[in-house]
């Protein structure tokens, strides 16, 4: 084993641990926790590069999950504790130097829905958020690269939706 990393965890509820596959580029490994957190890790030392929380939103929502772990009730619930969280991480994947990152969290007490991100891959900024899109793919065009996202092809440097298929069938 050259190196191990690991990441906080929420007690009693969820490990922090990746929750993806991590993806590769460059001299760096990037992957998004069980926390809604994505971390860039040097791939010789394991070394963190930089971290960001890939949902602001889901950030929030995992406070409040901090909340309920720790005995209080939830106030947003007839019982007082989350019913039918369901959440879903992406792997990241990078073109022209973006990783792009996608969640969902849904519960009773919170459906923020699918949101993903774009970061500067050398320098951890966010470059952009918006709704939607699930798992990211590289598509390369004429020799540009881009993200294509359920139906939807993104400009990685700006976030802007290029072209998207029409999904209310």
């Not at 991590?22 to 040097?42: E, K």
């Not at 022209?96 to 519960?107: F, H, N, P, Q, T």
Request: hydrophobic share 40%; aromatic share 10%; charged share 20%.
């Amino acid at each position: 084993t050259l190196w191990r990393a690991s990441w906080p965890s929420l007690p009693g509820c969820l490990k922090g641990g990746p929750h993806t596959t991590p993806c590769i580029s460059g001299d760096m490994v990037i992957v998004q926790s069980s926390m809604f957190l994505i971390y860039a890790l040097d791939a010789a030392t394991g070394v963190l590069r930089w971290s960001d929380a890939s949902c602001r939103e889901a950030q929030h929502s995992l406070r409040r999950m901090r909340t309920i772990a720790a005995g209080e009730p939830d106030p947003g619930t007839r019982s007082g504790w989350p019913d039918g969280v369901v959440w879903n991480n992406t792997p990241p994947m990078v073109a022209d130097g973006v990783a792009m990152v996608a969640d969902d969290l849904r519960s009773s007490w919170c459906d923020w829905g699918p949101r993903s991100a774009g970061f500067d891959v050398a320098t951890g900024r966010r470059l952009w958020d918006n709704p939607g899109f699930g798992f990211p793919l590289r598509w390369t065009h004429r020799g540009k690269e881009y993200f294509v996202a359920t139906g939807t092809a993104i400009e990685p440097r700006s976030g802007k939706i290029l072209w998207s298929i029409d999904k209310s069938w």
